[in-house]
């Protein structure tokens, strides 16, 4: 369950993190740098980020060893790069705050241009720290088992060809059912307003302890979303089929599955730890970032 906890502990070194292939984010990360000097703090970041961070920036070699000595980092970037980093990051327990730079950026806690607003509340203690549940993904396979941690969802599902796969889901022991599908979408509460909303899924609020299973244009009309518990052990079996089988993390391609493979999910020791403002709640963002609207009478 995610825990909101304000982390009073002082902030002197922040990290920056951000896609150098998107030009638009060099200024960007100028002013952030320039606005976190003013502050009296000290402005870390990794290779490619510290080349328009300044020259009095110290380099890191990558996330991680950026989350190791940083008391925050700031990722600049939209949901997929949240997702990278917080992956990277997360058995170092540092808070993220990500700074929109995208398009949608659901998970980041700030747009670019209320960055001075922002940092002002995070000097100023105004926060609070999102214990995002992740999960964990291993494969049993003749070449070898694989392990992947995901925070928003694990997916396994056809390759280019059009032709349904068939997929056989056991909850904690018991047999669910046997999908014939484009695919299946294990989603975390975070992962929830991601791909397995555009499947059809419920949206989930954060601190709901559940996992969300959604098949992926299910052959049986009838196979809907199902909602089980975060301490639940899922196992997914492949069985024969005709077209490329493929297991994904946070939409990265991790592993091709062959029939017979087994796929084990559970819920993740690790947890990514996502910095929310004072006055952002899990809803406004709904209503904001969906365009949710009500009724016009």
């Known amino acids: 369950m995610p825990i909101l906890k ?12 951000a896609n150098p292939d998107k030009v638009v984010r060099r200024d960007i990360v100028r002013r952030a740098a320039s606005l976190v000097r003013e502050a009296g703090r000290q402005v870390l970041a990794d290779p490619d980020t510290s080349r328009f961070a300044g020259s009095d920036t110290l380099t890191l070699p990558d996330s991680p060893e950026l989350a190791s000595v940083c008391d925050l980092l700031l990722v600049f970037g939209g949901d997929g790069t949240m997702l990278r980093v917080a992956r990277e990051t997360a058995s170092k327990k540092t808070p993220i705050m990500g ?8 998970l980041t806690a700030t747009p670019a241009n209320e960055l001075e607003v922002a940092l002002k509340k995070i000097w100023q203690d105004r926060y609070s720290i999102d214990r995002m549940p992740m999960l964990e993904a291993s ?16 997916v396994i599902s056809r390759g280019a060809i059009p032709r349904l796969i068939e997929l056989e ?21 975070a992962g929830s307003t991601a791909y397995s909303l555009a499947a059809g899924g419920a949206v989930v ?11 992926i244009c299910p ?77 016009s009478v």
């Open 6 to 17: 304000p982390n009073k502990t002082k902030i002197q070194k922040v990290g920056f993190i």
């Open 99 to 106: 700074v929109n730079t995208g398009s949608l950026g659901f």
């Open 169 to 189: 889901v056991t909850v904690d022991g018991e047999k669910l059912t046997r999908y014939r599908c484009d695919g299946l979408i294990v989603s975390t509460p």
């Open 139 to 154: 494969t049993q396979q003749e070449e070898g088992p694989q392990k992947v941690v995901a925070m928003n969802d694990v």
């Open 205 to 215: 609020t954060p601190n709901a302890d559940v996992f969300t299973l959604t098949p």
């Open 219 to 295: 052959h049986t009309l009838s196979n809907r979303s199902v909602i089980i518990s975060l301490n639940a052990r899922i196992e997914i079996i492949v069985h024969k089929h005709r077209a490329e089988t493929f297991l994904s993390a946070d939409g990265q391609v991790q592993a091709e599955l062959f029939p017979s493979d087994r796929v084990i999910l559970h819920r993740s020791r690790q947890r990514a730890r996502l910095v929310r403002l004072d006055n952002r709640s899990f809803f406004a963002t709904l209503r904001h970032k969906l365009n949710w609207s009500g009724s």
